[in-house]
């Protein structure tokens, strides 16, 4: 019962943050200097077409009345219509969003399977030329702007070796799956359309490894010196000396515990992720939601705006109750204390 | 009495000689000191370093566009035919003054915040600065910032702005962290008895415990900073053209891929030395305090 009353209390408490991100957000993209109709209908539009669009988006009622008619539609699932492209937000959400996830959860993977990958070995052979080549390694990950290895990444293995397409998430000639999921790669599984597979996989790859390098590095760094400080540890010895092997010490006495630390910062490298996806996107012609909502910024759609900003708060609470979950799963202190109410 | 003969000064000075050999004595954290030392030096004496000066703004020389790297022009030349090297030179600058303006700005509201809800845990006060606290750590923060830098006229002190607004949950978090545990700890019983003063506890007796943790982050965070702030010019919603901003000049040069590869290569570079620097320094600090929550 430990575990559902620590997910009841994190449900809880993320209704508030993205009730309180709903009202940031709308204060952002209200109180601002500029007409927003004015600027999507054009400076020549006539006055009464503005006066139409403003009452129609409710801009002339008070700012606590916008709020309530903007949060009443967001909650139905209507997030207002787009001041570019006209049509409601929610379908362009629908239809950019699966694109990014496909490619933030295939960075994500990368970044966690790697990064761990890379510190406990790094960790477990420490002050080694392995340690000292991971360590440079996570130093040019942690320093390097995602949108710089994106840019170095398709000069190298886009445009000089050609190993790798450069843009867009399928080959001109490969027809796309059935739209199930929106998740190319998935779709093309389910369909069982190997070939469109592994050229959405095939496209993947460079944008995916540009996000995932920098947070990889960091998991690799923390991984890293939980090992090598556990590896010290007195437990460590003791299961050594009752003759355990070595390959079950490292798997499950080392790596599990030292695996809590690496676990809680994976919700925010997942959220730079999520955020660099709007650099990588752009570089890479990525026809994604980060892109849709960089568009947004760049011509001030409003609604847009907001419906991003809101859409990713959503994404963040939910990876954020699921990394505590995994914490969980693997600190039996966290399940334990949950369960005598602390 | 001169003030450097005074007993205090001489035992504060007496720390700061142990605290940097210590430093001294980790290559990693001199290579960081060094980079960021170099960096500085070349943007504020930009104007006097930089080879072509007055190719740092709107400068145009179509007879020398695109020059691949040459002992003229070290880092080749851009479209319009100004130096590279020189732009990045004063590129530093508004990379440098990007994280200082944001942390000067970030850093007192952030730990004040902090201070207060630590010690005042568990009250209506925690539970308020704590919960808004989590709203903007909600999304990150590269967004938000753009969020509201489109929202306000591209620049790089609009850009600023942005960030500043983003970045002081993280100092009020920390500093939240390390007050609610240093406030059952005897030394702020013991002022609590003596009748201390809430400002003297908070700021006196609580602060300066948790300032080797702020300085660690606030080294880590000029490098984060400068990278937003990068960003933030990449996509165009921070510096403009012709601000040699370093974020901009890779924008531009990334139009030019993969021929002309040095308009986009060096300005990269220049800010991924700058964040190495301050990383490798915050890393000195991180192991010179024995710190682990940063």
Redesign the interface.
């Known amino acids: 019962m430990g575990i559902l009353k620590l997910v009841g209390k994190r449900l809880v408490l993320s209704v508030f943050v993205l009730f309180g991100l709903s009202i940031l957000i709308f204060l952002i993209s209200r109180v601002l200097p500029g007409d927003p109709v004015r600027m999507a209908l054009g400076p020549r539009a006539p006055e009464w077409a503005v006066q139409n669009m403003r009452e129609q988006m409710h801009l002339d009622k008070p700012l606590y009345a916008q709020y309530y008619y903007w949060l009443s539609g967001a909650l139905r699932g209507d997030l207002g219509q787009s001041l570019f492209t006209r049509r409601a937000v929610v379908d362009d959400i629908k239809e950019f969003l699966p694109a990014t996830m496909e490619l933030v959860l295939f960075a994500g993977v990368i970044m966690a399977v790697f990064g761990i990958l890379l510190g406990a070995v790094a960790g477990r052979y420490s002050n080694t030329w392995v340690d000292n080549s991971v360590r440079i390694f996570s130093y040019v990950g942690v320093v390097t702007p995602s949108f710089v290895f994106a840019i170095l990444f398709l000069l190298l293995f886009g445009y000089v070796l050609r190993w790798f397409p450069t843009a867009g998430r399928l080959s001109p000639g490969i027809t796309r799956p059935q739209v199930i999921t929106g998740m190319v790669t998935l779709d093309a599984l389910v369909t069982g359309n190997f070939a469109a597979l592994g050229d959405a996989l095939w496209h993947m790859v460079l944008p995916a490894v540009s996000l995932a390098l920098g947070g990889m590095a960091q998991e690799a760094r923390i991984t890293r010196s939980t090992i090598s400080d556990n590896l010290r540890k007195d437990y460590i010895a003791a299961a050594k000396g009752f003759g355990i092997p070595e390959r079950f010490v490292t798997l499950k006495y080392l790596l599990k515990p030292s695996l809590i630390p690496t676990v809680s910062i994976l919700g925010l490298d997942f959220a730079s992720l999520l955020g660099n996806a709007f650099l990588v996107e752009l570089i890479f012609n990525w026809p994604g939601f980060s892109r849709y909502g960089i568009n947004a910024m760049l011509r001030k759609d409003l609604n847009a705006v907001s419906a991003v900003v809101m859409v990713l708060g959503v994404v963040f609470v939910i990876v954020n109750i699921l990394v505590d979950l995994v914490v969980a799963g693997l600190d039996p202190r966290i399940r334990l204390g949950a369960e005598r109410g602390k | 009495m001169a003030f450097w003969r005074r007993p205090g000064f001489q035992r504060r000075w007496d720390t700061f000689k142990r605290g940097w050999y210590k430093f001294s004595k980790n290559p990693v954290s001199v290579v960081g000191l060094f980079f960021v030392v170099a960096v500085s030096f070349l943007a504020v004496f930009a104007p006097f370093v930089a080879p072509y000066p007055e190719h740092a703004g709107r400068f145009v020389n179509f007879s020398e566009a695109s020059q691949p790297p040459s002992l003229q022009h070290p880092f080749g030349t851009d479209v319009f035919g100004r130096d590279i090297l020189s732009r990045v030179f004063f590129g530093f600058r508004y990379s440098l003054m990007m994280g200082v303006v944001v942390l000067v700005l970030v850093v007192p509201p952030g730990v004040v915040l902090g201070l207060v809800a630590g010690y005042w845990r568990g009250t209506w006060i925690d539970m308020v600065i704590m ?2 606290t ?3 750590l ?7 910032a ?7 006229t591209p620049s790089v002190f609009n850009a600023m702005m942005a960030v500043s607004l983003m970045w002081w949950p993280w100092y009020a978090r920390l500093v939240y962290g390390l007050a609610s545990s240093l406030r059952n700890e005897f030394f702020v019983q013991a002022a609590e008895v003596a009748g201390a003063s809430r400002p003297h506890i908070l700021f006196r007796e609580i602060l300066p415990n948790c300032v080797s943790s702020i300085f660690t982050k606030m080294s880590l965070d000029m ?1 984060w900073v400068i ?1 937003i702030g ?2 933030l010019s ?4 921070g510096a403009q053209p012709p601000t040699p901003d370093l974020g901009t000049m ?1 924008a531009d040069g ?1 139009k030019y ?2 021929d002309q ?1 040095w308009i ?2 060096f300005p ?1 570079l220049a ?2 030395i700058t ?2 620097g301050f ?2 320094i915050g890393d000195g600090f991180r192991d010179l305090f024995a710190l682990e929550e940063v």
């Open positions: 919960r808004v989590d709203v903007f909600a999304v990150p923060p590269l967004i938000l753009l969020a509201v830098c489109s929202v306000l490098g990278l990068s960003a990449f996509v165009g919603l890779v990334a891929l993969p590869w986009a290569i990269a800010i991924m964040v190495l990383n490798l």
